[in-house]
């Protein structure tokens, strides 16, 4: 059984920095696109970032966060600095089976519980 958990969420003043973790069993990552989503109340989840045969980030993270994988830790990365208050959100780490990368929800098959962001102003 695959499970991917998340840790590292928490709250910061705009301009921090967090790094958020996703440790996954059941599946190698090495073999897998992993993905980051968010969502915040009232609003779908949306993509963040991914991470397959290559690296893939939404237009309103560029350059702010930074996706990375361990894969002998079996655990993927997302440091996030010069963070904003729209940047609050709850943030869900995903894996698809393939080395495909999309930001795509339905793409992926196993998501993790999520951990809180919150970005004070």
């Known amino acids: 059984q695959v499970q991917l958990v998340e840790s590292g969420g928490g709250l910061v003043q705009a301009g921090g920095s967090l790094r958020l973790s996703c440790a996954a069993s059941g599946r190698s990552i090495s073999n897998s696109g992993m993905g980051w989503f968010r969502q915040a109340p009232g609003k779908e989840r949306e993509f963040v970032a991914a991470s397959g045969l290559g690296t893939y980030y939404a237009d309103f993270v560029k350059g702010r966060f930074t996706l990375s994988r361990d894969n002998a830790k079996n655990t993927v990365y997302l440091q996030m600095n010069s963070l904003l208050p729209e940047d609050t959100a709850v943030y869900y780490c995903?894996?698809?089976?393939?080395?495909?990368?999309?930001?795509?929800?339905?793409?992926?098959?196993?998501w993790g519980q999520g951990t809180q962001v919150t970005v004070s102003s």
């Open positions: 995903a894996s698809s089976n393939g080395m495909a990368i999309s930001r795509t929800i339905e793409r992926y098959d196993y």
